[in-house]
């Protein structure tokens, strides 16, 4: 429990901005884990997935199964395991693509 006559942290301005900082450094990596049939014929998404510093959470897209890993790639190394092409996306790492 915080002491209620601890001094406040700044300007209210100055702690948003401290709260900011807080999450850009620690908010998640985002993920995607692609199913791709045949020889690039057709893709979808199989999986969504959070990449935290203790772990990943992984959300299937069809919303049958969700899952604690201990990071993406043991994810996609077990669905891989079934059979399936899969790849592991990382989204905030994508190149900016624009139309022509």
Not at 4 to 28: H, K, S
Request: net charge negative.
């Amino acid at each position: 429990m915080l002491d209620p006559t601890t001094e406040p942290l700044g300007t209210p301005e100055e702690f948003q901005l401290m709260l900011v900082e807080l999450v850009n450094e620690f908010a998640p990596r985002r993920f995607a884990i692609c199913e791709e049939y045949g020889d690039r014929v057709d893709g979808r998404v199989f999986a969504w997935g959070m990449s935290f510093e203790d772990g990943v959470l992984l959300h299937s897209d069809d919303r049958t199964s969700t899952g604690h890993f201990a990071d993406a790639e043991g994810a996609l190394r077990l669905f891989s395991r079934t059979g399936r092409q899969l790849r592991l996306i990382w989204i905030d790492a994508l190149p900016c693509v624009t139309s022509p």
